[in-house]
Structures are given as structure tokens and as C-alpha cells.
């Protein structure tokens, strides 16, 4: 085995791990987007049909968004632990 083609995997190596942590990160920011406006969408719905229930709508609607946030910052976390693996093993 040359040392091109050692070069070349390790190449592809960095590359498949940078693509899958930067998909993983895009994915977990477009669903918690997607999550916390569908829980702001039917929060606004349900206080229209409901306005003596506003407050424990509301309520519960900013504990869901706060519970979404920590899922998707759970996912940049993995990434950037992906990402750091992923340099680390090229690099040593």
C-alpha cells in the first residue's frame, strides 16, 4: 500500500465524517425550527379558540420550545464530538 492511497483514505475518511457531522447538525436545527413553529402555530390557535386558557397554553408552549431547544442542542453536541473524532483520528 502506497503512501498515496494511505493519503487518499484518509482524505475520504475526513471528508464522509466533516459531510455526515455537518448533515447530522442541519438536520437537528430544521426539525427543532420546524417543532417550535408548529408549537407556536397551535399555541396561537388554541388561545383564539380558548382565551380564558391563554396562560397555561402559553405556559406550556414555551416548556415545549425550551424541550425542543435541548434536543437540538443535543445534536450540535454530537456534531461537534463527530467532528472532533473525525480530526483527531486523521490527524493521529
Known amino acids: 500500500v502506497g503512501s498515496m492511497q494511505v493519503a487518499e483514505a484518509a482524505n475520504a475518511f475526513l471528508s464522509n465524517g ?45 416548556i415545549l420550545a425550551a424541550l425542543i431547544e435541548g434536543v437540538a442542542l443535543f445534536g450540535l453536541v454530537i456534531k461537534f464530538l463527530i467532528q472532533s473524532g473525525v480530526l483527531k483520528a486523521v490527524a493521529g
Do not use: C, H, K, S
Open 18 to 62: 466533516l459531510l455526515g457531522a455537518g448533515l447530522g447538525a442541519g438536520l437537528a436545527v430544521i426539525g427543532a425550527g420546524l417543532g417550535i413553529g408548529l408549537i407556536g402555530g397551535r399555541a396561537a390557535e388554541a388561545m383564539a379558540r380558548q382565551p380564558e386558557m391563554a396562560g397555561n397554553i402559553q405556559t406550556a408552549a414555551i
